[in-house]
């Protein structure tokens, strides 16, 4: 790893939030923080990740943040230290070259869920990392339906799958399904979400009990939905983003979530929140560092931690 700045505050308290590489509009080193998701603010530089990554997604624990594959650099991944302020390091392989795909997890282990394969398109298969150890995924199951675009979230046993595009070049799917976090295993039916959309929230937007997607593409929307995880059901109406917008990066505490960045359809760097277990219209939070869509987001208080 590179750097030993310690990240000051809010490391401890499951509060920070990082954002990951994307499209700007090429392959993104950049690695910005929020020290506080509690608070409002502009995001902060944290470091730059070994390889661009485009088209990547995270998945995190309270101590790590793994970057999961991309259209640049095959099925590699890479590992942040949230205490530590600096660059990435080599994490493992995916089973498969692929990337959009649903990510979740709890504090052992990160899913990595479908995802887009090329040549193939979208792609069906689900793996896993344990967090603690440095090393290639493990093959989990299959997704129900292959997809890529993907929204996702978790909580301390299920990890969730929705929407995206499940033939390419755009077939746009309003598909819910789960998995058991901690086993293994093929998708199960969730249900499905208000409309068909692709790029909501390319991260984990999560509490203990609620799941929650907003934005995405077909075309740009600002509509806000959610679940409640430990149910089956379709999704429900929660608010509005501040503007319509594409793939931006989501990230959570276990009472707030993020917003960040995404194309309107030009790339922006606005930052919007809301509090989770409520349901209301999103409110301005700052700005990232650049302007940035297609990138991944992660923190070290979500759902799946709780």
């Known amino acids: ?16 939030a990082i954002f990951n590489g994307g499209e700007s509009p090429g392959a993104s080193n950049v690695l910005d923080y929020i020290d506080s998701i509690s608070s409002t603010g502009n995001a902060k530089d944290f470091g730059n ?16 943040q793994v970057t999961n594959g991309d259209n640049t650099a095959g099925n590699d991944t890479y590992v942040i230290q949230y205490a530590t ?13 692929r990337w959009l795909g649903g990510v979740g997890g709890n ?36 997704a129900n339906v292959a997809s890529y675009f993907d929204a996702s979230c978790s909580d301390s046993t299920r990890t969730i799958k929705a929407g995206g ?17 901690t086993s293994t295993g093929n998708g199960t039916d969730f249900g499905n979400l208000i409309s068909a959309v692709s790029g909501s929230g390319l991260g984990m ?12 593409g077909q075309p740009n929307t600002n509509v806000i939905q959610y679940i409640t995880i430990q149910s089956t059901g379709n999704a429900t109406d929660f608010g509005d983003l501040t503007t319509a917008r594409f793939a931006p990066g989501s990230a959570c505490s ?29 409110t301005d939070f700052g700005d990232l560092t650049i302007s940035v869509s297609r990138h991944g987001g992660g923190s070290n208080g979500h759902g799946g931690l709780s």
């Open 49 to 64: 990740l070994s390889v661009a990554n485009a088209n990547g997604n995270v998945m995190s624990s309270e101590t790590r």
């Open 107 to 142: 504090k052992i282990r990160g899913i990595n869920y479908s995802g887009f394969q090329s040549p193939g398109g979208p792609n069906n298969t689900i793996d896993f990392c344990i967090f603690a150890s440095i090393g290639n995924f493990i093959d989990f199951g299959d």
């Open 254 to 282: 276990s009472t707030r979530g993020l917003f960040a960045g995404g194309e309107t359809p030009s790339l922006t760097n606005v930052i919007d929140y809301v509090t989770i277990a409520s349901t209301s219209n999103a």
């Open 1 to 16: 790893m590179g750097g030993d700045v310690v990240v000051p505050n809010n490391y401890a308290s499951g509060n920070m």
């Open 205 to 216: 937007m999560c509490s203990s009990t609620r799941g929650v997607f907003g934005g995405g």
């Open 165 to 181: 595009i499940s033939s390419a070049p755009a077939t746009y799917t309003d598909s819910i399904e789960y998995v058991a976090t």
């Open 85 to 97: 302020k600096g660059n990435s390091s080599f994490f493992g392989d995916l089973t498969a070259r």
